[in-house]
C-alpha cells in the first residue's frame, strides 16, 4: 500500500518556540520524494520543503527542517522561532512514479495553531 | 507570471446538474494534474494530463467525470450528474516537464464545489 500518516489532527505552539509535526510513510518505491506543503485559509498548496530519499542528510529551508529517517520510514518536519502566519493546515506527501504519471500521495493533514 | 489559476473559486449545483471547473496553467507548463480534496482529507490524485492527451486517469472515477486540455484553452474537469459525496475541493497544478519532482509543480487556489 501507497499510504502516508499523520498521526497529529491538531497541534498548537506558542509564537517563538518550536514545534514538530509528525508524518510516516509507506511506499514500495525505491527512489522517491518526500514534501510537507502547508494549507493556509486561503487554501493554496504551498510547498514548504522537498527531501529526496536518496539524500541521507536533512533538507533545511530557513527555519524548516525536517527529520528524515528512511529505514523507519519517518518525515517529521520542525518549525523553529513558530510565526502566527505559520498557522495553517500541514500536508506530508510522497511522490509515486505509476502508470507513465508521477503523482503525490498526501497525508490527512495537521492542523497547526500558533498562538501570540 | 501569474501562477496557476482557477475558476470558478466556488461553485455550488444542484443535484443532477453538471460542473465545469476550469484550470489555466502557469506560462510554459504543459503538464497538469487534478486532485481532489474531500473535507476532513488530504489531496487525492485524480489526473494528469499533456496538451489533447490523457496521460494517467486511475484516480478519476470512472463514470460521470471527465477532464480534458485542448491545444488552445485552459484544462477542464467536468462531473456530470452531480451527487452530494461530490462536494469537496478541487485542485489543479502544472508543471514545464515530467516527472516534476515537486521543485517544480505549482497548485492553483483549489475550486471549492457545493452540491446541494
Known amino acids: 500500500a501507497q499510504t502516508v500518516t499523520q498521526s497529529q489532527p491538531e497541534m498548537s505552539v506558542q509564537e517563538a518556540e518550536t514545534v514538530t509535526l509528525s508524518c510516516t510513510y509507506d511506499?514500495?518505491?525505491?527512489?522517491?520524494?518526500l514534501f510537507w506543503y502547508k494549507q493556509p485559509p486561503s487554501r493554496q498548496m504551498i510547498l514548504v520543503i522537498r527531501?529526496?530519499?536518496?539524500?541521507?542528510q536533512n533538507a533545511t529551508e530557513n527555519r524548516f527542517s525536517v527529520n528524515f529517517q528512511k529505514a523507519a520510514k519517518s518525515f517529521s518536519l520542525k518549525i523553529s522561532d513558530s510565526q502566527l502566519g505559520d498557522t495553517a493546515m500541514y500536508f506530508c506527501?510522497?511522490?509515486?512514479?505509476?502508470?507513465?504519471?508521477?503523482?503525490?500521495?498526501f497525508g490527512k493533514g495537521t492542523k497547526l495553531t500558533v498562538n501570540p | 507570471n501569474a501562477g496557476v489559476m482557477q475558476n470558478p473559486r466556488h461553485l455550488v449545483r444542484r443535484r443532477g446538474q453538471e460542473a465545469r471547473l476550469r484550470c489555466s496553467p502557469m506560462?510554459?507548463?504543459?503538464?497538469v494534474y487534478w486532485y481532489r480534496q474531500l473535507p476532513e482529507e488530504g489531496l487525492k490524485f485524480m489526473v494528469y494530463?499533456?496538451?489533447?492527451?490523457?496521460?494517467?486517469e486511475s484516480g478519476m472515477p470512472k463514470e460521470r467525470f471527465s477532464a480534458e486540455f485542448p491545444k488552445e484553452g485552459p484544462s477542464i474537469l467536468r462531473i456530470q450528474q452531480v451527487v452530494r459525496g461530490d462536494s469537496a475541493a478541487y485542485f489543479c497544478?502544472?508543471?514545464?516537464?515530467?516527472?516534476?519532482?515537486?521543485?517544480?509543480?505549482?497548485f492553483g487556489s483549489g475550486t471549492q464545489l457545493s452540491v446541494l
Open positions: 497544478a502544472s508543471s514545464p516537464d515530467q516527472p516534476s519532482t515537486g521543485e517544480k509543480l505549482f
Open positions: 511506499t514500495s518505491e525505491s527512489n522517491y520524494y
Open positions: 527531501q529526496e530519499a536518496y539524500k541521507q
Open positions: 506527501a510522497f511522490s509515486l512514479t505509476q502508470g507513465g504519471s508521477e503523482k503525490l500521495v
Open positions: 506560462k510554459g507548463h504543459s503538464h
Open positions: 494530463l499533456q496538451k489533447e492527451n490523457i496521460i494517467d
